[in-house]
Nanobody
C-alpha cells in the first residue's frame, strides 16, 4: 500500500494561483495522479501520468495546471494558475500500481489515495 499525504490547499480569489503538494511513499515519476471532487459531483480526474511519466490533463485545466515531482523526496506537485470558482473542490493525489510484461508497462487502477485537501476559489 502506497501512503500519500496532500498539503497546500486553501482559499484564493479568481485568477490567482495555488500549488498543492503530496508526499508519497514511493517513486513519483510514474502512475500518479491528481483528482478532485466538487460538492455534489463525482470525483474526476485532473491530471494523471502514465507508466512512462507522461501527463494527460483534463480539458478543463489544460494550460492552467501543471503536474511535477521532486524525485529525490518523492513529492508530487500540482501547480494551479488562473483559478476559477469552478476549480473549487477537494483535491486528492493518487497512485496506481505499475504492471510490466515483456517490454510493456502500464498503470493499473488507482488504488491508493491521500486524505484530500480543500481548494476554494472565490469570485
Amino acid at each position: 500500500q502506497v501512503h500519500l499525504a496532500e498539503s497546500g490547499g486553501g482559499s484564493v480569489q479568481a485568477g490567482g494561483s495555488l500549488s498543492l503538494s503530496c508526499e508519497v511513499s514511493r517513486d513519483t515519476s510514474y502512475c500518479m495522479g491528481w483528482f478532485r471532487q466538487a460538492p455534489g459531483k463525482v470525483r474526476g480526474r485532473v491530471v494523471v501520468t502514465n507508466a512512462y511519466g507522461t501527463p494527460t490533463y483534463a480539458a478543463s485545466v489544460r494550460g492552467r495546471f501543471t503536474i511535477s515531482h521532486e524525485h529525490a523526496q518523492n513529492i508530487l506537485y500540482l501547480h494551479m494558475n488562473n483559478l476559477t470558482p469552478g476549480d473549487t473542490a477537494i483535491y486528492y493525489c493518487a497512485a496506481a500500481d505499475l504492471a510490466q510484461f515483456g517490454g510493456s508497462r502500464w498503470c493499473k487502477e488507482y488504488n491508493s489515495w491521500g486524505q484530500g485537501t480543500q481548494v476554494t476559489v472565490s469570485s
